[in-house]
Protein backbone atom coordinates (compact mmCIF):
# COMPACT_ATOMS: atom_id res chain seq x y z
CA UNK A 1 0.00 0.00 0.00
CA UNK A 2 2.76 2.32 0.09
CA UNK A 3 3.91 2.14 -2.68
CA UNK A 4 -0.08 2.80 -4.02
CA UNK A 5 0.89 5.92 -1.45
CA UNK A 6 3.71 7.17 -2.93
CA UNK A 7 2.51 6.79 -6.80
CA UNK A 8 -0.47 8.74 -6.20
CA UNK A 9 1.33 11.30 -4.34
CA UNK A 10 4.13 11.72 -7.04
CA UNK A 11 0.65 11.88 -9.56
CA UNK A 12 -0.76 14.35 -7.99
CA UNK A 13 2.36 17.13 -8.01
CA UNK A 14 3.40 16.78 -4.59
CA UNK A 15 6.57 18.09 -4.64
CA UNK A 16 10.63 16.81 -3.14
CA UNK A 17 13.17 18.99 -1.65
CA UNK A 18 16.45 18.57 -2.63
CA UNK A 19 18.65 16.03 -0.19
CA UNK A 20 15.16 14.33 0.97
CA UNK A 21 12.56 12.17 -0.58
CA UNK A 22 9.55 13.65 1.73
CA UNK A 23 7.09 11.36 -0.17
CA UNK A 24 8.57 8.71 1.10
CA UNK A 25 9.14 9.71 5.06
CA UNK A 26 5.37 11.30 4.73
CA UNK A 27 4.07 8.01 4.12
CA UNK A 28 6.34 6.25 6.07
CA UNK A 29 5.30 8.22 9.48
CA UNK A 30 2.01 6.87 8.85
CA UNK A 31 3.34 3.58 10.74
CA UNK A 32 2.85 4.45 14.50
CA UNK A 33 3.63 2.95 17.49
CA UNK A 34 1.32 2.50 19.64
CA UNK A 35 -0.53 1.19 22.65
CA UNK A 36 -4.30 0.61 23.71
CA UNK A 37 -5.57 0.98 27.78
CA UNK A 38 -7.29 -1.85 28.63
CA UNK A 39 -8.48 -2.79 32.39
CA UNK A 40 -5.27 -4.42 33.36
CA UNK A 41 -3.32 -0.88 32.03
CA UNK A 42 -1.27 -0.79 28.99
CA UNK A 43 -0.87 -3.30 26.09
CA UNK A 44 2.47 -3.80 24.65
CA UNK A 45 3.55 -1.53 21.63
CA UNK A 46 2.58 -2.31 18.24
CA UNK A 47 2.95 -0.61 14.78
CA UNK A 48 0.35 0.69 12.32
CA UNK A 49 1.03 -0.74 9.00
CA UNK A 50 -2.44 -0.12 7.40
CA UNK A 51 -4.19 3.49 7.31
CA UNK A 52 -3.19 6.20 9.69
CA UNK A 53 -4.30 7.28 13.14
CA UNK A 54 -7.85 7.65 13.97
CA UNK A 55 -8.74 11.09 13.45
CA UNK A 56 -5.48 12.03 11.31
CA UNK A 57 -6.12 15.42 9.67
CA UNK A 58 -3.99 13.64 6.87
CA UNK A 59 -5.99 10.45 6.80
CA UNK A 60 -9.05 12.67 4.21
CA UNK A 61 -6.62 13.93 1.80
CA UNK A 62 -4.54 11.09 1.46
CA UNK A 63 -7.59 9.54 0.92
CA UNK A 64 -8.88 12.67 -2.01
CA UNK A 65 -5.34 12.06 -3.12
CA UNK A 66 -5.40 8.63 -4.45
CA UNK A 67 -8.85 8.49 -5.63
CA UNK A 68 -8.39 11.57 -7.80
CA UNK A 69 -5.14 9.34 -8.96
CA UNK A 70 -7.48 6.60 -9.45
CA UNK A 71 -10.69 8.75 -11.40
CA UNK A 72 -7.81 10.07 -13.72
CA UNK A 73 -6.12 6.83 -14.23
CA UNK A 74 -9.23 4.97 -15.22
CA UNK A 75 -11.38 7.72 -17.72
CA UNK A 76 -7.85 8.91 -19.50
CA UNK A 77 -9.31 8.69 -22.95
CA UNK A 78 -12.80 7.71 -22.22
CA UNK A 79 -15.58 9.56 -24.54
CA UNK A 80 -18.41 8.00 -23.31
CA UNK A 81 -20.52 10.27 -20.53
CA UNK A 82 -23.10 13.11 -21.29
CA UNK A 83 -22.16 15.73 -23.93
CA UNK A 84 -23.11 19.69 -22.82
CA UNK A 85 -22.43 21.88 -25.02
CA UNK A 86 -19.62 19.91 -26.66
CA UNK A 87 -18.05 18.81 -23.42
CA UNK A 88 -18.89 15.33 -22.12
CA UNK A 89 -18.88 14.46 -18.60
CA UNK A 90 -19.01 11.00 -17.10
CA UNK A 91 -18.51 11.50 -13.23
CA UNK A 92 -19.82 13.63 -10.24
CA UNK A 93 -17.45 13.20 -7.66
CA UNK A 94 -16.98 14.28 -4.44
CA UNK A 95 -14.65 12.50 -1.89
CA UNK A 96 -15.65 8.91 -1.58
CA UNK A 97 -19.12 9.51 -3.70
CA UNK A 98 -18.96 8.96 -7.04
CA UNK A 99 -21.70 8.78 -9.77
CA UNK A 100 -20.53 7.55 -12.69
CA UNK A 101 -23.46 8.84 -15.68
CA UNK A 102 -23.87 8.16 -19.42
CA UNK A 103 -26.40 8.74 -21.83
CA UNK A 104 -26.25 4.74 -22.87
CA UNK A 105 -26.30 1.62 -20.94
CA UNK A 106 -22.87 0.50 -23.18
CA UNK A 107 -21.35 3.85 -22.13
CA UNK A 108 -22.37 3.56 -18.37
CA UNK A 109 -20.84 -0.20 -17.97
CA UNK A 110 -17.65 0.81 -20.00
CA UNK A 111 -17.22 3.75 -17.30
CA UNK A 112 -18.16 1.73 -14.50
CA UNK A 113 -15.84 -1.06 -15.89
CA UNK A 114 -12.62 0.84 -16.55
CA UNK A 115 -13.31 2.17 -12.86
CA UNK A 116 -13.84 -0.76 -11.06
CA UNK A 117 -10.62 -2.46 -12.89
CA UNK A 118 -8.50 0.77 -12.21
CA UNK A 119 -9.40 0.69 -8.59
CA UNK A 120 -8.57 -3.11 -8.38
CA UNK A 121 -5.53 -2.64 -9.63
CA UNK A 122 -4.82 0.29 -7.27
CA UNK A 123 -5.12 -1.88 -4.14
CA UNK A 124 -9.33 -0.99 -3.51
CA UNK A 125 -12.73 -2.08 -4.99
CA UNK A 126 -15.64 -1.11 -5.19
CA UNK A 127 -18.46 -2.37 -2.79
CA UNK A 128 -21.56 -4.31 -5.07
CA UNK A 129 -23.42 -3.89 -2.36
CA UNK A 130 -23.72 -0.25 -1.63
CA UNK A 131 -23.65 0.65 -5.57
CA UNK A 132 -26.70 1.19 -7.34
CA UNK A 133 -27.87 1.71 -10.42
CA UNK A 134 -31.13 4.63 -11.40
CA UNK A 135 -32.12 5.97 -15.10
CA UNK A 136 -33.04 9.09 -14.98
CA UNK A 137 -36.29 9.04 -17.97
CA UNK A 138 -39.66 9.65 -17.69
CA UNK A 139 -40.35 6.31 -18.45
CA UNK A 140 -37.20 4.47 -16.41
CA UNK A 141 -35.94 0.58 -18.34
CA UNK A 142 -34.64 -1.93 -16.84
CA UNK A 143 -30.78 -1.93 -17.00
CA UNK A 144 -27.99 -4.02 -16.51
CA UNK A 145 -24.73 -3.48 -15.03
CA UNK A 146 -22.26 -5.65 -13.82
CA UNK A 147 -18.85 -5.20 -11.85
CA UNK A 148 -16.97 -8.45 -11.57
CA UNK A 149 -19.44 -10.43 -12.80
CA UNK A 150 -21.86 -9.23 -10.19
CA UNK A 151 -24.52 -7.53 -11.27
CA UNK A 152 -25.95 -4.40 -9.40
CA UNK A 153 -29.02 -3.45 -8.28
CA UNK A 154 -31.55 -0.93 -9.52
CA UNK A 155 -33.44 1.86 -7.62
CA UNK A 156 -36.02 3.79 -8.66
CA UNK A 157 -34.68 6.96 -5.95
CA UNK A 158 -31.47 7.77 -5.11
CA UNK A 159 -30.69 9.82 -1.83
CA UNK A 160 -27.36 12.24 -2.36
CA UNK A 161 -26.13 14.74 -0.46
CA UNK A 162 -29.66 14.81 1.16
CA UNK A 163 -31.36 15.14 -1.85
CA UNK A 164 -33.97 12.68 -3.38
CA UNK A 165 -32.94 11.61 -7.03
CA UNK A 166 -36.02 10.49 -8.69
CA UNK A 167 -36.12 8.40 -11.41
CA UNK A 168 -38.62 10.21 -13.55
CA UNK A 169 -36.54 13.57 -12.91
CA UNK A 170 -39.31 15.07 -10.66
CA UNK A 171 -39.31 17.01 -7.52
CA UNK A 172 -41.94 15.03 -5.71
CA UNK A 173 -40.47 12.52 -3.56
CA UNK A 174 -37.95 15.33 -2.54
CA UNK A 175 -40.07 17.56 -0.90
CA UNK A 176 -42.19 14.80 0.35
CA UNK A 177 -38.81 13.89 2.28
CA UNK A 178 -38.39 17.44 3.30
CA UNK A 179 -41.84 17.93 4.50
CA UNK A 180 -41.57 14.28 6.90
CA UNK A 181 -38.16 15.61 7.93
CA UNK A 182 -39.11 19.04 9.32
CA UNK A 183 -42.56 17.57 10.86
CA UNK A 184 -40.64 15.10 12.74
CA UNK A 185 -38.77 17.97 13.76
CA UNK A 186 -41.83 20.08 14.64
CA UNK A 187 -43.09 17.43 16.86
CA UNK A 188 -39.67 16.83 18.67
CA UNK A 189 -40.00 20.34 20.15
CA UNK A 190 -43.59 20.52 20.82
CA UNK A 191 -42.03 21.75 24.34
CA UNK A 192 -40.86 24.97 23.13
CA UNK A 193 -44.44 25.97 21.21
CA UNK A 194 -46.23 25.55 24.06
CA UNK A 195 -43.58 27.03 26.54
CA UNK A 196 -44.78 30.41 28.37
CA UNK A 197 -40.93 31.21 29.67
CA UNK A 198 -39.96 31.81 25.72
CA UNK A 199 -41.21 34.66 23.75
CA UNK A 200 -43.12 34.53 20.81
CA UNK A 201 -39.77 36.18 18.93
CA UNK A 202 -37.75 33.60 20.06
CA UNK A 203 -39.85 30.84 19.41
CA UNK A 204 -40.20 32.49 15.72
CA UNK A 205 -36.57 31.55 15.37
CA UNK A 206 -36.35 28.15 16.61
CA UNK A 207 -39.13 27.54 14.10
CA UNK A 208 -36.98 29.55 11.15
CA UNK A 209 -33.82 27.54 12.20
CA UNK A 210 -34.75 24.15 12.96
CA UNK A 211 -38.01 23.85 10.88
CA UNK A 212 -38.13 25.53 8.01
CA UNK A 213 -33.75 25.33 7.74
CA UNK A 214 -35.16 21.33 7.49
CA UNK A 215 -37.45 22.18 4.61
CA UNK A 216 -35.42 24.19 2.66
CA UNK A 217 -32.30 22.43 2.70
CA UNK A 218 -31.15 22.29 -0.85
CA UNK A 219 -34.02 24.23 -2.39
CA UNK A 220 -32.04 26.33 -4.44
CA UNK A 221 -32.23 23.37 -7.26
CA UNK A 222 -35.90 22.38 -6.84
CA UNK A 223 -38.07 23.09 -10.05
CA UNK A 224 -41.35 23.67 -8.29
CA UNK A 225 -44.60 23.49 -10.22
CA UNK A 226 -47.92 25.23 -8.74
CA UNK A 227 -48.74 22.23 -7.12
CA UNK A 228 -45.71 21.46 -5.24
CA UNK A 229 -46.15 25.15 -4.63
CA UNK A 230 -49.40 24.76 -2.82
CA UNK A 231 -48.31 21.42 -1.28
CA UNK A 232 -45.21 23.19 0.73
CA UNK A 233 -47.68 26.37 1.40
CA UNK A 234 -50.11 24.03 3.22
CA UNK A 235 -47.53 22.77 5.85
CA UNK A 236 -45.75 25.87 6.43
CA UNK A 237 -49.31 26.73 7.94
CA UNK A 238 -50.42 23.68 9.38
CA UNK A 239 -47.23 24.04 11.19
CA UNK A 240 -47.85 28.19 12.23
CA UNK A 241 -52.02 26.85 13.38
CA UNK A 242 -49.82 23.88 15.29
CA UNK A 243 -47.87 26.41 16.88
CA UNK A 244 -50.29 29.10 18.10
CA UNK A 245 -53.01 25.92 18.88
CA UNK A 246 -55.38 27.51 16.55
CA UNK A 247 -57.68 25.07 14.40
CA UNK A 248 -59.05 25.20 11.26
CA UNK A 249 -62.80 25.14 12.66
CA UNK A 250 -61.86 28.53 13.89
CA UNK A 251 -62.15 29.84 10.49
CA UNK A 252 -59.41 32.28 11.24
CA UNK A 253 -57.35 33.55 7.69
CA UNK A 254 -53.38 32.81 7.07
CA UNK A 255 -52.83 36.25 6.97
CA UNK A 256 -53.93 37.08 10.42
CA UNK A 257 -51.86 34.23 11.74
CA UNK A 258 -49.12 35.58 9.57
CA UNK A 259 -49.75 38.81 11.04
CA UNK A 260 -49.60 37.51 14.62
CA UNK A 261 -46.38 36.28 14.26
CA UNK A 262 -44.72 38.39 12.16
CA UNK A 263 -44.12 36.57 9.55
CA UNK A 264 -44.43 38.35 6.25
CA UNK A 265 -42.86 35.79 3.27
CA UNK A 266 -44.16 32.23 2.91
CA UNK A 267 -42.23 29.60 2.51
CA UNK A 268 -42.53 29.81 -1.14
CA UNK A 269 -40.97 33.23 -1.35
CA UNK A 270 -37.90 32.14 0.55
CA UNK A 271 -37.04 29.47 -1.82
CA UNK A 272 -37.26 32.32 -4.58
CA UNK A 273 -34.74 33.78 -2.78
CA UNK A 274 -32.38 31.13 -2.28
CA UNK A 275 -32.89 30.24 -5.86
CA UNK A 276 -31.92 33.30 -6.82
CA UNK A 277 -29.05 33.71 -4.93
CA UNK A 278 -27.68 30.17 -6.40
CA UNK A 279 -28.52 31.69 -9.95
CA UNK A 280 -26.48 34.75 -9.74
CA UNK A 281 -23.56 32.64 -8.31
CA UNK A 282 -24.18 30.02 -11.08
CA UNK A 283 -23.95 33.50 -13.40
CA UNK A 284 -20.65 34.86 -12.17
CA UNK A 285 -18.93 31.04 -12.34
CA UNK A 286 -16.13 30.76 -14.86
CA UNK A 287 -17.19 29.46 -18.77
CA UNK A 288 -15.55 26.62 -17.50
CA UNK A 289 -16.95 25.39 -14.64
CA UNK A 290 -20.09 23.02 -15.19
CA UNK A 291 -23.25 24.46 -13.45
CA UNK A 292 -22.32 27.52 -15.77
CA UNK A 293 -22.04 24.91 -18.88
CA UNK A 294 -25.37 23.22 -17.64
CA UNK A 295 -27.19 26.58 -17.22
CA UNK A 296 -25.98 27.94 -20.70
CA UNK A 297 -25.28 24.71 -22.90
CA UNK A 298 -26.90 22.58 -24.63
CA UNK A 299 -27.34 19.09 -23.52
CA UNK A 300 -27.24 16.46 -27.41
CA UNK A 301 -29.91 13.74 -27.58
CA UNK A 302 -33.56 13.48 -28.50
CA UNK A 303 -36.56 14.54 -25.93
CA UNK A 304 -39.76 12.91 -26.24
CA UNK A 305 -42.85 13.58 -27.68
CA UNK A 306 -45.85 15.78 -25.64
CA UNK A 307 -45.37 18.63 -23.81
CA UNK A 308 -42.05 19.81 -21.91
CA UNK A 309 -41.84 19.48 -18.32
CA UNK A 310 -40.92 22.92 -15.78
CA UNK A 311 -37.62 23.24 -16.52
CA UNK A 312 -35.39 25.23 -13.09
CA UNK A 313 -34.86 27.44 -15.71
CA UNK A 314 -38.46 28.60 -16.01
CA UNK A 315 -39.04 28.97 -12.62
CA UNK A 316 -36.16 31.80 -12.69
CA UNK A 317 -37.68 33.11 -15.58
CA UNK A 318 -41.02 33.14 -13.32
CA UNK A 319 -39.01 34.75 -10.41
CA UNK A 320 -37.27 37.37 -12.64
CA UNK A 321 -41.11 38.28 -14.50
CA UNK A 322 -41.90 39.29 -10.81
CA UNK A 323 -39.42 41.94 -10.65
CA UNK A 324 -39.73 43.65 -13.99
CA UNK A 325 -36.89 42.10 -15.76
CA UNK A 326 -36.53 38.93 -18.46
CA UNK A 327 -34.25 36.25 -18.23
CA UNK A 328 -31.36 37.96 -20.21
CA UNK A 329 -31.59 41.28 -18.75
CA UNK A 330 -31.52 39.66 -14.83
CA UNK A 331 -28.23 37.72 -16.23
CA UNK A 332 -26.41 40.75 -17.81
CA UNK A 333 -27.01 42.77 -14.83
CA UNK A 334 -25.76 39.80 -12.18
CA UNK A 335 -22.69 39.85 -14.45
CA UNK A 336 -22.16 43.76 -14.46
CA UNK A 337 -23.18 44.62 -11.06
CA UNK A 338 -21.71 41.71 -9.09
CA UNK A 339 -24.77 41.25 -6.14
CA UNK A 340 -26.83 38.80 -5.56
CA UNK A 341 -30.19 38.90 -6.65
CA UNK A 342 -32.84 38.77 -3.94
CA UNK A 343 -36.73 38.76 -4.05
CA UNK A 344 -38.51 40.90 -2.88
CA UNK A 345 -42.97 41.42 -3.24
CA UNK A 346 -43.23 42.37 -7.02
CA UNK A 347 -45.12 45.90 -6.22
CA UNK A 348 -42.86 47.47 -4.03
CA UNK A 349 -39.55 45.85 -5.68
CA UNK A 350 -40.54 48.07 -9.49
CA UNK A 351 -41.76 50.82 -7.07
CA UNK A 352 -38.56 51.54 -6.03
CA UNK A 353 -36.67 50.64 -9.04
CA UNK A 354 -39.07 53.58 -11.08
CA UNK A 355 -38.38 55.81 -7.99
CA UNK A 356 -34.29 55.55 -8.48
CA UNK A 357 -34.84 55.42 -12.63
CA UNK A 358 -36.55 58.90 -12.05
CA UNK A 359 -33.54 60.35 -10.03
CA UNK A 360 -31.03 58.63 -12.34
CA UNK A 361 -29.95 56.64 -9.56
CA UNK A 362 -28.41 52.86 -10.11
CA UNK A 363 -29.79 50.06 -8.09
CA UNK A 364 -26.63 49.44 -6.49
CA UNK A 365 -28.85 45.88 -4.88
CA UNK A 366 -31.70 44.26 -4.28
CA UNK A 367 -33.73 45.43 -1.25
CA UNK A 368 -33.01 42.75 1.97
CA UNK A 369 -35.37 40.30 2.72
CA UNK A 370 -34.40 40.44 6.68
Not at 66 to 86: H, P, Q, R, S
Not at 125 to 152: A, Y
Not at 163 to 189: F, W, Y
Amino acid sequence: MEERAMESSKASGLPNKSGSDHRKSLVCNFQYHQKFRTSGGLSDWFQTVVGVLQSCILSPLLFNIFLEVVMAKALEYVNDGITICGYTLNNLCFADDIAAVSDSQQGLQSVVGRIANTSYRMGMCISTEKTEVQHIDRHPNLMTITINQQKLKQTDKFIYFGKVINSDGTAERDIQRRIGLACDGMNRLATIWISKELSTETKVLVYNYMVIGILIYNSETLTLSERLKNKLRAFEMSCLRKYLGVSRIYHIRNTDIKNQLNIQHDIVDTIRSRRLRYFGHVVRMQPSRWPHRALYGHVHGNRHRGRLRKHWTDNISDDCQMMGLSFTQATHERERENVYLSQTHSHSYNKERKKNHETGSQIRQCPSRG
